[in-house]
């Protein structure tokens, strides 16, 4: 294997915002850790770091953006709503192709390309100038417009007249047909490396106008040092939690405002359990104002990793109710600190969860296992609580820790330069 020290670009939305920025930011941390040399082009950036590259630079421009981001172009043309607000052509991002560093890349390495600050006529050029890796965070490379599509299954041919929750960006006129085709014509000029995080979406790859692309899976990973066990009783009295309750801990951070995660059957299994003083209901991201019941605490959104860590080794339970996922890091980071996940078999989620060992993988959209799981989780002997935490921290640390991620992103790089 070479031993070279690589220069690579990667791409994405954000720098430090959301699932698959933290996965491009922490690559790019433990890359620079073995002498790489990683730059960022990013849409929306939010960090200092010098080698992070904004897209939208220029004032003017960034208000463009979220003028089309917010769809403003429908109210101001019908033709430019239906041919511009699609995530394909953006007119005033500043190119790829013009960042000086570029010329000195040997890898461009793509995440999130969707959120109004890439145009992807750029792929063919830049793909066929530069090894291109990208990684896929959900499936909106290959659909007319969405994210995820649930149950429908039109994206394989292109349009969807079917109101899919929860659109990356929102859009209001149905033109996925439009969007599709010019996606199968750009990836047939081009030349990529895709990856995928999950054996889910590796399926879904190899059905979709992607399917000639090389591809390969390489599941996520997260920081292993900083999410890991802490005893449960001086973490419960740190945080000032209750040392004879079951804590309960979900995120609502989203609420009800995108339904693809599930809030509704999360509110279920609450609501049947209003009157347990048994239970702690922990609601990561909610505000207080949102339920008077007296066995749920609210806790602000969590930003600090190390704080959160607390949180998952002070709860018995993570309720993460998605009903439309690829490899989520919230699963990954409450297992790596030994804290079972109930969830629902969706997306990648039945490849993180090993049903009953480290969790409890509910039947999809079925409420009834849902609270099943839930009760065997809630019931279980000491000895198995305790067999599931070391479970569930061995898989992780197996399976799914960021320097192994790195590697083989990093084998991945060296196999196509220099194979």
Not at 180 to 185: I, N, P, Q, T, V
Not at 308 to 315: G, I, Q, V
């Amino acid at each position: 294997m070479n031993n070279k020290k690589l220069t690579i670009l990667e791409i994405g939305t954000t720098d430090t915002k959301g699932g698959a920025a933290l996965v491009s930011w922490e690559l790019k941390s433990m890359l620079e850790k073995l002498g790489h040399e990683v730059y960022m082009a990013v849409g929306f950036k939010r960090s200092a770091d010098p080698k992070i590259f904004d897209l939208f630079d220029a004032p003017l421009n960034r208000l463009i953006s979220k003028i089309i981001h917010k769809n403003f172009y429908q109210r101001l043309s019908h033709h430019i709503a239906y041919h511009r607000s699609n995530d394909i052509s953006i007119p005033f991002a500043k190119k790829i192709s013009h960042l000086k560093i570029l010329k000195d890349t040997d890898v461009i390495h793509a995440h999130n390309l969707h959120s109004n600050f890439f145009n992807l006529r750029e792929l063919p050029r830049l793909s066929n100038q530069k090894p291109f890796v990208w990684t896929l965070h959900d499936m909106w490379a290959f659909t007319g417009h969405n994210a995820y599509t649930f149950d429908c299954e039109h994206w394989q041919s292109g349009g969807c007249a079917c109101d899919l929750p929860d659109s990356i960006p929102p859009h209001k006129r149905n033109n996925t047909q439009y969007l599709w085709d010019k996606k199968k014509k750009i990836f047939e000029k081009s030349k990529l490396h895709i990856v995928v995080p999950s054996q889910w979406l590796y399926n879904l790859v190899k059905k979709s106008i992607l399917k000639h692309q090389p591809l390969t899976l390489i599941y996520n990973g997260i920081d292993t040092d900083t999410y890991y066990p802490k005893d449960k009783k001086s973490t419960r009295e740190k945080l000032g939690l209750p040392l004879d309750k079951k804590i309960i801990m979900f995120s609502s951070k989203a609420g009800k405002k995108f339904i693809r995660k599930g809030w509704d059957y999360a509110e279920k299994i609450i609501e049947d359990h209003r009157l347990d003083d048994t239970i702690l209901f922990l609601c990561i991201g909610g505000k207080e104002s949102e339920s008077i019941r007296k066995n749920i605490k609210y806790i602000p959104y969590i930003s600090d990793p190390h704080l959160l860590a607390e949180y998952y080794s002070a709860s018995d339970v993570l309720i993460f109710t998605s009903i439309a996922e690829n490899c989520p890091l919230t699963v990954l980071e409450a297992m790596a600190c030994g804290l079972p996940v109930l969830a629902f078999a969706t997306g990648g989620i039945p490849e993180l969860i090993v049903h009953k060992k480290t969790g409890y993988v509910a039947e999809y959209k079925n409420k009834n296992d849902l609270q099943a799981g839930f009760e065997y989780l809630i019931t279980m002997p000491q000895d198995k609580s305790n067999s599931m935490t070391e479970e569930c921290r061995k898989r992780v640390v197996r399976n799914f820790s960021l320097p192994n991620m790195t590697q083989q992103y990093l084998n991945l790089y060296q196999k196509i330069l220099y194979a």
